[in-house]
């Protein structure tokens, strides 16, 4: 979700100092439900227009971001790149080298989808798989009960994009935020698991002590159920946090949705 604050330029760093080779991993070569090898690594330039489009989609049509109008491209840049780190999920294409140019800003700028939402994709998981060092930050790869594909859907180029950024200023900046976006065709394939599980590593790397969510709404239930699956939990509901068309049809009456506060520690 976004976080409480906003600067001009990239997000400050935690007090805490990243680890020895933070990031180092990336570019991280895993794997969704399906057994479809993906690639995560830093954000680049071009990445830009799809993962622009992939919120523009979260805002719009999945109504899990707080904005009500879409940001065009280069109010995403300013937004998604203020960030500690951000990363995009690519398919490893066969046959083809592993897509690791462009490291973003560096210090760059996510939705079970939604915004420090979450990306509700659905997705499985919640197993325990590859982590950094002696913490297990969630699963990399997630097979379905009978290891086939769940949908015979083709791939997107982007399949979703993250960022972690200090969610509060000060003495407070060593709690990390994050959004997230999927793709609407890779839903339901493990993005959403494998986006959490690296995020949680890539914060615990870059210095941040615990992961603070402050608006993932209670309609998204997709998201709420990842976010609760890969260890959040809920700490706070904000009451009628956010206004809603009743439908999908614009013009009718509009409700309100309480949103939840998640909370994580990475210690």
């Known amino acids: 979700m976004a976080s409480c604050y906003t600067t001009g330029g990239a997000a400050p760093p935690p007090s805490a100092s990243p680890r020895p080779g933070a990031l180092s991993w990336l570019p991280l070569a895993a794997a969704l439900r399906d057994g479809t090898p993906v690639t995560v690594r830093r954000l680049g330039a071009a990445d830009t227009p799809a993962a622009a489009e992939l919120l523009r989609h979260a805002i719009t049509v999945d109504r899990a971001w707080p904005w009500e109008e879409p940001l065009d491209d280069a109010a995403f840049v300013a937004y998604w790149w203020r960030a500690t780190a951000a990363a995009p999920v690519h398919p490893t294409r066969s046959g083809a080298s592993r897509d690791d140019d462009g490291n973003g800003n560096g210090d760059g700028d996510g939705d079970g989808n939604g915004n420090g939402n979450g990306d509700g994709d659905g997705s499985g998981g919640g197993g325990r798989g590859s982590g950094d060092g002696d913490r ?92 609760e699956r890969v260890g959040m939990r809920r700490v706070g509901t904000i009451p009628a946090a956010a206004r809603m068309p009743a439908g999908k049809r614009e013009g009718e009456e509009l409700t309100y949705v309480d949103a939840y506060i998640l909370y994580r520690s990475l210690v």
Request: charged residues 15%; aromatic residues 10%; hydrophobic residues 45%.
């Open 136 to 227: 297990d930050w969630g699963t990399y790869t997630d097979s379905n009960d009978n290891g086939v594909p769940t949908t015979g859907d083709p791939l997107p180029h982007l399949l979703g994009a993250f960022y972690v950024k200090p969610n509060f200023p000060g003495r407070c900046d060593h709690l990390a935020n994050g959004g997230f976006v999927t793709a609407p065709a890779a839903r339901r394939r493990g993005v959403g698991s494998l986006m959490a599980a690296a995020h949680a590593r890539a914060a615990a790397d870059l210095g941040y002590r615990g992961v603070v969510f402050n608006l993932v709404f209670a309609n998204n239930a997709a998201a709420v159920a990842l976010w």
